[in-house]
């Protein structure tokens, strides 16, 4: 962990925030690296989901919640976890991580009983502060998908089965934020609610096992670090039916990377149950049983139901802990140096491309490497750069350990013969290629 600590901060992936003034514990900043490999993957996952499919529609919603969102999801009452305060030296601690009956910081056995502790953040909302003008920071993305499931459906006009995605940030106040970025207050999801007929939805749930299992794999995630884990009833979250966990071998241990559950209809029953204005179309009569919950109907059978759900929530934050892991590798090299290499997949590499001339500022070769720059760049595969440093060996190192997959060096010979140097990231081979033919090897790569 420390190596992957150290590389995030000197190449400028991951940054702790507010580090200025002594940082702020289980938040971070990513740096001009880290933004670039946390969007490769979230697009991979945005494509995946709304792209490569024709069942799953998009949704932005909002951070913000209103209190009654998370009351009736069930959050107020259950989203809590047991605490013990240490009266000797005044710290507190999640209850499962003390041992023994010890505080962790001072060893007194003088310790509370455990209380619970809401990990919701709240914030006032409008000029007053009071108790009741007051917003959630949502805690998972999910409850806006259901609060929206109505809109989404009757503005795409989708039948059942069908999904709606989602990525973006969720706050929780824990207790021991820890382990870099795995632990977070401010962290970032991507979850699918999959709608599906009550009946449809264990088979869903092995479906989306298989489908999420192998979208990891092609982010570089090897077989051997991923486990299932069947999360045991005593577990199970508050809306849950069955979860399983995809666990991957952390550097600190094997935890849980993304979890899929079966929420049943907990939370569209819930929802609907609790707001009378939720009713669904004009064409059914109040307090008919319908305009009660958020149902669907069925065309065939002619009546209503509402859907179960199917969810794959994976962490962002975690993702690109665990694909930095993955592709960190030190090697020896024949004379005995070490290198540090990224390998990544190509498509979430941070840059695509390093365009290096062979002289710094020599204006023939700078010019060339900036045409050729701008030409790749065109392509709209992601960031390709500049390297005018003069100096190709440390600009080699330094792209083995972003994770670059390719360098391209103008030499004299570019101007002379319209050629240019390729270097393999993971092989260090070098190859003479036709500047011409260039777009089409590099777009090759990224396929
Ligand atoms: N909507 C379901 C839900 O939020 P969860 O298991 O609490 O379920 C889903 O969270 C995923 O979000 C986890 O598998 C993990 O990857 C990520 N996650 C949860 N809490 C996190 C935290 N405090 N810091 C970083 N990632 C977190």
New binding site residues.
Partial sequence: MEELVSLCKRRGFVFQSGEVYGGLQ?VYDYGPLGVELKNNLKNSWWSSMIYERDDIEGLDASILSKPELFKYSGHEETFSDPLVDCRSCKSRWREDLVKDGKCLACGSTDLTDARAFNLMFKTPVGPVENEESFAYLR?????HIFTSFKNVQDSTSKQIPFGIAQIGK?F?N?IN?RNF?????E???M?LEYFVRPGEDEAALDYWREQRLSWWKKQGISSSSLEIYDVPPDEL?HYSKR?I??MYRFPHGLE????I?N?TDFDLGSHTKNQKDLSLSANIKKNDESTMRLAVQDLDAKKWFVPYVI?P???????FLAILNEAYTLEVLADGKERVVLKLRPHLSPIKAAVIPLKKNNEGLVALAKEIKSGLQSLGKGRVILENTGNIGKAYRRHDEVGTPLCITVDFDSLERDTVTLRDRDSMEQQTVAISDLKQTYSELLK
């Fill in positions: 289980g805690p998972e993305t999910a409850q969720a929780r824990e934020p970025i795995f632990r977070l207050r962290f970032e999801q979850e979250a979860t966990d995809i849980e990377l993304e979890g559950a929420r969810e929530s994976a962490g962002v934050d975690r993702g």
